[in-house]
């Protein structure tokens, strides 16, 4: 045993020795942050830094508009959603019905105004050139033609398009434009859904986590002005469901009256445009008048004054009315946040405007105003 831990002891390695330090010299002077070249130098990785993340916020831009509209949709429908559950059932069980109800909606609409919008685009696209010739009857439009040559230069250019069927290819960029947009137009809808059903899901979970960072002391305050925005928003998806609905009603009469074809079909589409904010009525007039073409100029023009006029009486005597009533909107405050909104953010900004303006006013009652008034 001895002679094996002396065999042991000699064998064992000596430690070695640890390396000399590496003389590297004298450190200089700290960098002159005042230098001039420093400051450029970090002021122009700043900028590129920043330039870099607009960019990558402009490329995801489409996905965060998606979000913005399934979060506005999912808070609009929360109204809904309590007004069931107020009727003893579970959030799953309403959240399930709204979302049934929605479906029905869409599947009833494509249906109902898909095969009619296809046959009277067609028919319009083929009554063209004879509606462009019962111009010429107008006595104007004659002589601007006559010095001017619009009406032959229109019906020229409608001919050579129609004739070799180029017209498809010309407006959606052929077979494959007309696929991408299909795919990309289902793929939008389809994210906003299912954003929708998960926002409209977790709402409540959502609220109890923001105020959780909220100070306790002031967390019972923040809790009712978030309800108390919530349900201004959802008077606010109601009050527009409730303008566009008179507008459908009124186009469907104006197409009984004016003997239009498909007039459900019609209405369906006033009520679809009539809940986007200032461009949607564009898009309905523009609608209902090309169906109204497809009968005889005259009919066209009667149901664009009538639509226009509808229209002038919508936005200053209904919708500043209903958005005051239900939200405490003021009028004016209402058609300029609308389009305060749509001049910075499109659509998406149309949408959120009126709420937004809404829940400005909420906190400026409830929080700034009563300071002012005790400081």
Avoid: W
Avoid at 69 to 88: D, M, Y
Avoid at 331 to 359: D, E, N, W
């Amino acid at each position: 045993m001895a002679i094996a831990q002396r065999i042991k002891k000699a064998t064992k390695r000596a430690p070695k020795a640890a390396p000399a330090p590496v003389d590297y010299g004298i450190l200089g002077e700290p960098i002159n942050r005042a230098h001039p070249f420093y400051f450029g130098f970090i002021a122009t990785l700043g900028a590129l830094t920043a330039i870099l993340l607009m960019r990558a916020l402009a490329s995801v831009s489409q996905i965060f508009i998606l979000i913005l509209i399934a979060l506005f949709l999912a808070t609009g429908l929360n109204p809904a959603v309590e007004a069931l559950r107020r009727r003893k059932l579970s959030r799953a069980n309403a959240v399930a019905v709204i979302f049934a109800s929605v479906i029905l909606f869409v599947i009833f609409f494509a249906f109902v105004v898909i095969p009619p919008v296809v046959s009277q685009g067609s028919q319009l696209i083929n009554r063209a050139p004879a509606l462009l010739s019962e111009l010429t009857n107008n006595a104007t439009i004659s002589k601007l033609n006559d010095d001017y040559g619009i009406i032959d230069t229109l019906q020229t250019k409608l001919k050579s398009v129609t004739s070799n069927g180029s017209l498809l290819v010309s407006t959606f960029g052929g077979v494959v434009g007309v696929g991408k947009s299909v795919l990309s137009g289902f793929f939008s809808f389809m994210t906003v859904l299912v954003l929708t059903l998960y926002f409209i899901t977790s709402l409540p979970q959502a609220i109890d986590l923001g105020l959780s960072m909220v100070p306790a002391s002031r967390r019972e305050r923040v809790r009712r002005l978030t309800h108390a925005i919530i349900g201004r928003v959802g008077s606010f998806v109601g009050s527009q469901i409730i303008i566009a609905a008179m507008a459908s009603v009124f186009v469907f009469i104006l197409s009984l009256i004016l003997g239009l074809p498909s007039p459900i079909a019609i209405g369906m589409i006033v009520l679809v445009c009539g809940l986007v904010p200032l461009i949607g009525h564009f898009l309905g007039c523009s609608v209902v008048t090309l169906i109204a073409l497809t009968q005889s100029t005259l009919i066209g023009v009667i149901a664009f004054l009538a639509y226009v006029l509808y229209v002038q009486i919508e936005n200053y005597v209904v919708t500043p009315r209903i958005m005051k009533k239900t939200m405490s909107v003021p009028g004016a405050v209402t058609i300029i946040s609308a389009l305060i909104g749509s001049s910075l953010l499109g659509l998406i900004g149309g949408l959120l405007a009126v709420p937004v303006a809404a829940s400005i006013i909420l906190i400026l009652d409830e929080v700034v105003i009563p300071r002012a008034n005790n400081s």
